[in-house]
């Protein structure tokens, strides 16, 4: 009610978005998911459509922290690029900052490496300063080595003055702290929300969604504002005698692994053939105190063999 008594319409329609995005941040509502997609597909001119600037960057803030959702607003990100309005276009790339924050994917790299190079300026703009928020604090080789490329193309001509300021940005974000900060709003992996740093992120965006105006332009201070996102991505422990431990580094990540001396199915010792083996190791009646003999058994011929590990001899005998 209080967004009702702002004169201009516009601009009170669009703080309503704001205020109501923000109170659903990291929920995952599906209805309030569709209502700002609903929003989005209007079709209306660029004075008009300042509103679907927060339905936009709404969606990502509604999913965000949440896996499944999380993808689901990716796709739905494409679909925006795809049949959106040319404010909404310019928009998308921020959103998906949001969504990927300090966390380079190598699809959402790519995504956003071909909007940098956009004939809009905007755009690319966006998409150049998605690729520092995703990349903050990593130092990604490979995200380093596309903003390089990105310098040395705009480095040409006085009209991309702005998106070459933009990606020197960027490159500040990606190797911000030498990789020992990052940015993100949440923290015990997903478990703790920090509204302080979602509110100096967001921020951040808004002023991005017009960069020639705030961040290229007189007012680029704003990007302090992302130091209420900033977190140590670094363990260190205390001992009892107050002496600092050796640090741990870098974010979790799933990890599987094999024994070395694991051997695959059906390949045994010179055998070749894909026959299933079960190995079992019975006493050798023969010699009690010599190494014991190795019983393999194949499920196809349905014979036991039995190796001897002293001899070395082989012999047959029906199961």
Known sequence: MACQCIPNEK??????????????????NVLKVQQMLHLCAEHKEDKESIYQVAAVIGVALIAFGEEIGTEMAMRTMQHLLQYGEPTIKRTVPLAIGLLRISHPEVATMDLLNKLAYDTDPDTSMSAIFALGLIGAGTNNSKLAGNLRFLASYYSVGQQSENQLFIVRIAQGLVHMGKGLLGLNPMH?????????????????????????????????????????????????TVSNLTLFMPSITGQREPRTSQHASARRPGRGHGRSGGQAEENHWLPNSRHPSAHPARRTRRVSDGRIHFRDGCARELCDSPT
């Open 188 to 236: 015990s992996d997903k478990f703790l929300f920090s509204n302080v740093s979602l509110a100096g992120l967001l921020t951040v965006l808004y002023a991005a969604t017009d960069i020639k105006t705030f961040i290229a332009g007189k007012y680029h201070y704003i990007l302090y504002y992302l130091t209420l996102s900033i977190y140590p991505r670094m363990l260190i």
């Open 11 to 28: 601009c009170a329609k669009f703080v309503e978005l704001v205020v109501e995005t923000c109170a659903y941040a990291g929920s995952g």
